[in-house]
């Protein structure tokens, strides 16, 4: 295929989301994000950082009262509004919300939090940047580069947090710098990896070590993904398949997809960011596996799930396995005893090529479209302090793995032994568009479910070579390749 226009890829940006006049105003190219500035940099370590349409877990402490602020007098008077995705763990949710509400009275200014399911949160983005009404946005990975044109431009601020938390971690460079930039404060990422039932696996044949002693000496289940489905077979005959969403959900499908892509020898692009290496012969013959153990294995009506329904059926038992964070495990202390006594998470599968997970930093911009910038800054100020991001950090209880390093070897990490394995996300983490980086065409390949989508045809037709051409040439679509 030829090289894309910046015309086309605008008009293929703004029809591939549905939101013509909306997207057409916020794609724009750039060149690749520039080496970070020291005063960022620092090396990685294992950090401490998924996404809904209700709460899953109630909360589980009160909310403290936010501490007193000294911002600008001209603020006073006026409003905020904040637009966030659902959280999984309520009591972070809760906690977000009476801080705003706490902050917003101290400083008298009107703030009005809402929060909405994962998959509507860019739809209504859209319709902010085009027609205004909302201040802070949170933004999923990548999505500060494909709206980059609307936001604010947040280096100094973003800056200054890095270096007051000894740098941030390089997930966090890898994606929310752009070509020496912020454009929205990082606050680091949910975590995912497999929720399974001990016993289950146990009875299937898993060597599973104590939950104890596995954290302590960091070696999980080293498994490879034909194992994995050597279990899931067993399990399923006996009643009790695997679950794993594949439908258009921004949580869990896409952070099953692209692993096992990139584990098997497949990628978006190569390091050039245009030549697709999508359609490989290891991909296909790793497809023609996954359809296998998709019949064998799985929850066939895994390909319309969203990032809810794995959770529910793990809690009432009807699966053994699930990619998720550690939001079904906290539901379950609380809910279902039971199941949390006899669960524990490890490492996703590996495959020939290795183990990999998606994982990049979510974001908090501000919208040029604002009526309030200066009172949208004085609060994410504020909120970027230990003060009041050490507690919303600590009430998901691992859940949420933190944006800079100095939270990588925070307590939260050993209080549950049974949440330890979420510190690896960062060593085995990639950006959406790996080999190549991670930009507005990656989140336009990703916002369409291209990668997603693959996996759901090849499950419902069987045929794992047409399922990737097809997945190829969409790709071609967006990369010029």
């Not at 877990?57 to 904040?82: D, E, M, R, Y």
């Not at 005959?237 to 020898?265: C, E, K, V």
């Not at 359609?279 to 998709?294: G, L, S």
């Not at 599968?349 to 911009?365: A, D, E, I, V």
């Amino acid at each position: 295929m030829g090289k894309v226009s910046r015309r086309q890829f605008l008009s293929r940006a703004a029809l591939a989301l549905g939101a013509t006049p909306i997207l057409l105003a916020t794609a724009c190219q750039a060149p690749p994000a520039a080496p970070p500035p020291a005063a960022t940099k620092a090396p990685e370590a294992p950090a401490a950082t998924k996404a809904p349409e209700k709460p899953t877990v109630a909360a589980t402490a009160p909310a403290p009262a936010a501490q007193p602020t000294a911002a600008p007098a001209q603020i006073k008077g006026t409003s905020l509004a904040i637009l966030e995705g659902t959280y999984f763990v309520a009591a972070g949710q809760d906690l977000f919300k009476k801080m705003a509400q706490d902050w917003g009275q101290q400083n008298g200014v009107t703030v009005s939090t809402d929060f909405l399911n994962w998959p509507d949160l860019q739809p209504k983005i859209g319709a902010a940047v085009q027609a205004g009404g909302i201040d802070i946005v949170e933004l999923w990975p990548g999505w500060c580069f494909l709206y980059r044109d609307q936001l604010v431009d947040l280096t100094d601020f973003a800056n200054g947090v890095a270096q007051k938390g000894g740098g941030f971690a390089q997930f966090v460079l890898n994606s929310s710098l752009d070509n020496g930039k912020y454009y929205a404060l990082p606050i680091g990422n949910s975590g995912t990896s497999m929720n399974y039932r001990i016993s289950w696996f146990k009875e299937a044949g898993a060597d599973i070590p104590d939950p104890a002693v596995q954290a302590k000496e960091g070696k999980w289940p080293d498994w490879t993904w034909d194992q994995f489905f050597a279990f899931g077979k067993k399990l399923k005959a006996q009643g009790r398949p695997i679950g794993q969403a594949l439908g258009h959900s921004t949580g869990d499908p896409q952070s099953f997809a692209y692993p096992y892509m990139w584990s098997n020898g497949a990628m978006e692009t190569e390091k050039d960011g245009k030549t697709i290496a999508f359609n490989k012969p290891e991909f296909v013959d790793a497809m023609k596996k996954f359809i296998q153990a998709w019949k064998d294995c799985y929850d066939e009506t895994g390909t319309s799930w969203d990032d809810n329904n794995n959770n529910r059926a793990f809690m009432s038992q009807q699966i053994c396995a699930t990619l998720n964070g550690s939001s079904i495990y906290i539901a379950s202390k609380k809910s279902a005893p039971d199941v949390a006594a006899d669960m524990n998470h490890t490492l996703m599968p590996k495959g020939p090529s290795g183990r990999f997970y998606q994982f990049s930093t979510r974001t908090l911009g501000i919208l040029k479209k604002s009526k309030n910038i200066e009172g949208a800054k004085e609060f994410l100020k504020w909120f970027a302090d230990d003060k009041q991001y050490g507690e919303w950090f600590r009430i998901q209880e691992g859940y949420q793995v933190a944006n800079t390093q100095k939270w990588a070897t925070d307590p939260v990490w050993t209080k549950d032994p049974k949440i330890s394995v979420y510190t690896q996300n960062p060593k085995y983490g990639r950006d959406q568009g790996y080999a190549g980086q991670i930009g507005e065409k990656s989140s336009l390949a990703w916002s369409k479910y291209i990668v997603v989508d693959t996996f759901a045809k090849a499950t419902q037709s069987g045929d794992a070579k047409a399922a990737i051409e097809w997945g190829a040439e969409e790709l071609k679509r967006i990369y010029g390749g």
